[in-house]
């Protein structure tokens, strides 16, 4: 790596909060009856300290300058924090920084607990090696005197600053550190370059290959459960989390993920196909299998991405071998040419019994093909799950699946996130 200690803005920079703060300035400046400016330049907001753009940009009278950060303040500590995400790829950046040995902190002119709660909701806070923002106790809020305070008692090594605006950049460069300036954020190239910015650069991934920090491994994650279980509004709910929190997600499913196996979900799937034999399901399955696997999950797992699945062999045992009693290693046989080597990090398993998930199915939707089998049918499957599960318990996460739709949530995203972090 071309630095040992790694100093980030927050807004801007990590997190791309405009929502949050031009909406709680505009909730601000109504409250105290000033006319709210366009969009563009409550955009200038996201970034300088709030003080003086109340006073320079929407030109609030001095008096009433505290008074309109109360506002403010009253707004985002509710809601507008959260009007957040972070930018795509930097839980990649922050984790090699530290796998290289490197340091990250934060040095952010927000209050300091707000700071935290913002880097905690969105799992920043493992990644991190400190976080510095103003505090409540503290007059002075100027970059400069917080990054002097994010290096006391350390010995940092080679220090570079990474920010979005010209304070960042100004206040690192009178300390004589190296300089980064991002445009992804909400300040402008000339902005950056006025303030003269040692490097800038355009992207997150940009920004990685800069500081020469390697890229992460591929990592592979499967989603089962027998059919009713609420797996896909689990796995929406989980993609929308992990998507805000900044990872490189693809998202995928089986039977299908690319145009030739979606072709062949079709023919598997369609009502029109009852009385389709095993074997030749079983094999349209596996077909299905080899061409995603080739053209989408091994080609995204080298780009160092996150891939979700929704279902991948282990369905085919459950299904095929167990279900269908074509028996495993028959299925494994034929899947090999399919899945080579290839085999999931971890595997969340949702199940529920065979009640529940018909109750739910019939309350969803018309039932496909694979969901008009008989009970005993499911009870193989579900049996089948839970063998596998049992073969492989550090691979596997099983939640029971009977719960509400939060409790259930919770489990699978803290599986989820512990295995990724
Ligand atoms: P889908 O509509 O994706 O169901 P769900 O929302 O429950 O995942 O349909 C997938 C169906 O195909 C499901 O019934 C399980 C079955 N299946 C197999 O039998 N074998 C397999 O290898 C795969 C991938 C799916």
Not at 51 to 74: G, N, W
Not at 227 to 236: A, E, F, H, R, V
Not at 322 to 330: F, S
Request: proline share 5%; charged share 30%; with cysteine.
């Amino acid at each position: 790596m071309r630095f040992d200690t790694i100093l980030f803005d927050l807004d801007g920079t990590l997190t791309q909060s405009g929502e949050g703060i031009e909406k709680s300035v505009a909730h601000a400046l109504r409250t105290l009856g000033y006319p709210v400016p366009p969009e563009e330049r409550l955009r200038e907001f996201v970034g300088p300290p709030l003080y003086e753009s109340l006073l320079k940009i929407a030109r609030v009278r001095e008096e009433d300058v505290s008074r309109a950060i109360e506002v403010f303040r009253e707004r985002f500590r509710e809601v507008g924090w959260r009007e957040n995400r972070v930018y795509p790829g930097i839980p990649d950046l922050l984790s090699g920084i530290a796998r290289s040995g490197g340091h990250s902190i934060i040095v952010t002119g927000k209050p300091e607990p707000l700071a935290q709660k913002v880097a905690r909701y969105f799992g920043l806070d493992r990644l991190l090696d400190g976080l510095v923002g103003t505090r409540y106790d503290e007059r002075r809020s100027d970059k400069e005197h917080l990054i002097a305070r994010a290096l006391e008692g350390r010995n940092p090594g080679r220090v570079a600053m990474v920010g979005d605006r010209r304070f960042d950049i100004e206040a690192a460069r009178r300390r004589g550190f190296f300089t980064i300036g991002v445009t992804y954020g909400y300040g402008s190239r000339e902005e950056l370059e006025q303030a003269g910015a040692d490097q800038i650069v355009e992207t997150p991934q940009a920004l990685r290959e800069f500081l020469e920090v390697p890229l992460p491994r591929g990592r592979f994650l499967t989603f089962e459960g027998t059919d009713g279980s609420g797996k896909t509004t689990q796995l929406n709910r989980l993609r929308a989390r992990l998507e805000e929190m900044g990872y490189s997600l693809v998202f995928t499913r089986e039977p299908g993920g690319c145009p030739i196996s979606e072709r062949i979900r079709q023919v598997v799937l369609d009502i029109g196909s009852l009385g389709m034999s095993d074997e030749c399901e079983a094999l349209l399955f596996a077909a299905a299998r080899a061409e995603h696997v080739r053209s989408i999950i091994l080609p995204a797992l080298a780009a160092g991405k996150i891939v979700l699945c929704d279902r991948f062999l282990d369905s085919s045992i459950a299904y095929q071998a167990y279900g269908r009693e074509l028996g495993e290693d028959l299925i494994r046989q034929i899947n090999a040419p399919a899945v080579g080597r290839l085999k999931p990090d971890l595997t969340v398993l949702l199940l529920t019994d065979a009640a529940t998930a018909l109750g739910r199915q019939r309350a969803a939707h018309a039932s496909d093909r694979m969901e008009v089998e008989k009970a005993q049918y499911f009870d193989r499957v579900l049996a089948g799950y839970r063998r596998l599960s049992e073969q492989e318990p550090d691979r596997f996460r099983v939640i029971d699946a009977a719960g509400s739709i939060d409790t259930v949530y919770s489990a699978v995203e803290a599986a989820v996130l512990d295995f990724l972090h």
